[in-house]
C-alpha cells in the first residue's frame, strides 16, 4: 500500500509518521502508537500498520466520520443482506461490494478503499450505493469476473 503514497485525503499533502498525541488523535489506544499525519489539517490522521504503512489515507474528522457512515449504512446494509442467504459469506460478499464500488466510481480497486475515499468520493459513493441491492452486486461479480489463469 505504501507504493500508492500516503498522502492527505483532504488536501493532497504528503503525510508523515508521528505519534497519535502529536496528530491530535484523542483515541486513548492511538496517544502512544504511531499514525501517519497531515502536517496542515488540524486532526488529519491514518491509523499505522504494522508493516509500517499507512491503513488507508489520513484525513480530517470530517471525513473520517463520512467514511463510518458510508461504511456503517451502505457497505455494511448489502453485506447483511448477502449474509442472510449465506450466514459464513462476509469475506465474499465484501470483496464483491468493494469491487461493485470501485466499478461505480470508475476507480482501480485500491484506490476505491473506503479508508482512502476523500469527502467528494465518500458523497459519490454514497449516492452509487444507495440504491443497488445485493442482487446487483453479485450480477456485477458474475459479469466483471476477473479471469484467472489458466
Ligand atoms: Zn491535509
Redesign the pocket.
Same mark, same amino acid.
Given at each position: 500500500m505504501s507504493a500508492l503514497g500516503i498522502? *492527505? +485525503?483532504?488536501? %493532497?499533502?504528503e503525510?508523515e509518521r508521528v505519534t497519535g498525541r502529536e496528530a491530535g488523535a484523542r483515541e486513548p489506544d492511538r496517544i502512544d502508537a504511531q499514525v501517519w499525519a *497531515? &502536517?496542515?489539517?488540524p486532526d +488529519?490522521w491514518a491509523p499505522s500498520a504494522a508493516d509500517g504503512s499507512a491503513v488507508g489515507l &489520513?484525513? %480530517?474528522e470530517e471525513t473520517r466520520n463520512a467514511r463510518a457512515l458510508l461504511r456503517e449504512r451502505q457497505v455494511e446494509r448489502l453485506i447483511s443482506e448477502a449474509l442472510r442467504h449465506c450466514p459464513n459469506g462476509r469475506p465474499i460478499a465484501e470483496e464483491r461490494v468493494a469491487s461493485f464500488l470501485a466499478h461505480e466510481l470508475h476507480l482501480p480497486t485500491d484506490e476505491a478503499a473506503i479508508d482512502r475515499l476523500n469527502i467528494e468520493w465518500c458523497r459519490s459513493a454514497w449516492l452509487a450505493l444507495k440504491g443497488a441491492s445485493y442482487a446487483d452486486v453479485v450480477r456485477h461479480a458474475q459479469t466483471y469476473r476477473p479471469r484467472k489463469a489458466a
Open positions: 498522502y *492527505c +485525503a483532504d488536501c %493532497g499533502t503525510c *497531515c &502536517p496542515f489539517c +488529519a &489520513p484525513a %480530517g
